[in-house]
């Protein structure tokens, strides 16, 4: 398996535009997780899913962010319009079931916001 | 609510001497403890998990320690080297939280002085 796949690695915008972020995670993963990280604010979890159910979005700063998963194998983070405050390392992870198992982190989207 | 207090927030040390990284939690419930690594510019991943029904456990020179009671666990490495440079997250899974959803302490950076 290549893992947990994100999309772009890096994304330079201006501030006012739309970003997507992208994730495919691990084929068979029931949950998948979106994180941001920065340095003032530490690794955040933002919104979570279960067979494609949104569980848990109280992480989501604000209704500029959006996610969707539409089916088992894709999701999305949207932001619009952006604003420079939101410029960090966003994650996807997936696990499988279980409440004790690893979650598998993705390589992670780079976003600038200008 | 859910908690994690992870300290220090850096440390260096040098060369084979050894590293201990402290958290506190505050969910009685939480049973399942896992430590990330996240090498500079890359992914957070699992280097070891420890579960409440154990008080340790090693893997080779890094071991996890558990106190339920006093509701900590500490993550020690032992004989440092230059490649254990990198942030450490402790996190907890607080069972009031559904799912797999995991609570991440603010981070150790650890630098290894050759």
């Known amino acids: 398996d290549a893992g947990v796949i994100q999309s772009p690695r890096h994304e330079v915008t201006e501030m006012g535009q739309e970003v997507t972020l992208r994730c495919k995670p691990i084929?068979?993963?029931?949950?998948l997780f979106w994180y941001r990280q920065t340095m003032m604010r530490g690794l955040e979890l933002l919104i979570y899913?279960?067979?494609?159910?949104?569980?848990?979005d109280s992480g989501m700063p604000e209704d500029r962010f959006s996610a969707k998963m539409p089916n088992a194998s894709f999701s999305t983070l949207k932001i619009q319009p952006s604003e420079p405050r939101d410029s960090a390392v966003y994650f996807c992870?997936?696990?499988?079931?279980?409440?004790?198992?690893?979650?598998?982190f993705g390589p992670g989207t780079r976003l600038t916001v200008l | 609510g859910e908690n994690v207090e992870q300290h220090p927030s850096t440390l260096s040390v040098q060369e084979g001497d050894s590293a201990v990284i402290k958290c506190t939690y505050s969910?009685?419930?939480?049973?399942?403890f896992p430590w990330y690594k996240q090498e500079l510019g890359k992914r957070p991943q699992l280097i070891i998990d420890?579960?409440?029904?154990?008080g340790e456990k090693k893997d080779q020179r890094i071991a996890v320690t558990l106190n339920k009671t006093a509701k900590h666990f500490s993550l020690h490495i032992t004989e440092t080297q230059p490649e254990d440079s990198a942030v450490y997250f402790c996190?907890?899974?607080?069972?009031?939280?559904?799912?797999?959803?995991?609570?991440f302490g603010g981070g150790t950076r650890v630098l290894v002085k050759p």
């Open positions: 992870a997936s696990s499988p079931s279980g409440s004790r198992v690893e979650q598998f």
């Open positions: 084929s068979g993963h029931d949950y």
């Open positions: 899913f279960n067979n494609n159910v949104p569980i848990d």
């Open positions: 969910d009685s419930a939480s049973n399942y």
């Open positions: 420890i579960r409440s029904n154990v």
């Open positions: 996190a907890e899974n607080g069972i009031k939280a559904a799912g797999n959803k995991l609570t």
